[in-house]
């Protein structure tokens, strides 16, 4: 069968971030920085990305590229629901599972753990809490423009050693 591309990959941990909260998702923020999250769990441990499918700056935090393409496909396979906010002022799409095994046999035990750890980042906070979380913790998020890509590598980095880089690089860095 070949390896999944990018998009592909990318539905799977959707689907995988609703199951592992129960079948369940509240809204979109949870699912895009719980999928964040999971992207840089993963590059922390192993070196490499979850996926390839890009994660893009958005005014709340790190967001899913094109994630109605992805809903909309998930939702017409037949794998989840998107429920459409109520209209009322705290309202929001709320994600249902109707298929978890479809996409399943895409990702390893090594993938489901930091899509775990994506998970549990967002589980029991307010969108808010984990909007403000992101803009704290992601490098990438901070230096970048509405809709650029971000770089999971660069967030993955542990804070000493990244205190470690720029304190080399500002050594190095000529003095005009």
């Not at 129960?22 to 990305?49: E, Y």
């Not at 029991?124 to 971000?150: F, M, N, P, V």
Request: glycine content about 8%; charged content about 25%; overall charge negative.
């Amino acid at each position: 069968m070949g390896t999944p591309d990018a998009k592909t990959l990318a539905k799977a941990v959707i689907v995988e971030i609703i199951r592992q909260n129960g079948g369940t998702l509240n809204n979109k923020t949870h699912l895009f920085k719980a999928f964040w999250k999971a992207h840089v769990a993963a590059a922390q441990a192993r070196s490499r990305p979850l996926t390839s499918y890009p994660i893009v700056r958005m005014p709340r935090g790190p967001g899913i590229h094109k994630v109605s393409v992805l809903l909309g496909e998930l939702m017409a396979e037949g794998v989840i629901t998107v429920d459409p906010p109520d209209g009322s002022q705290y309202s929001s799409f709320e994600f249902g599972l109707l298929d978890s095994g479809r996409y399943a046999d895409l990702l390893s035990d090594d993938d489901r753990a930091a899509i775990q750890l994506g998970v549990a980042s967002v589980r029991g906070k307010t969108t808010a809490q984990i909007s403000e979380e992101s803009h704290r913790d992601s490098r990438s998020w901070r230096s970048a423009q509405d809709g650029d890509e971000l770089d999971i590598d660069l967030d993955a980095i542990p804070e000493d050693l990244y205190s470690e880089l720029t304190e080399q690089v500002a050594a190095w860095r000529p003095r005009y």
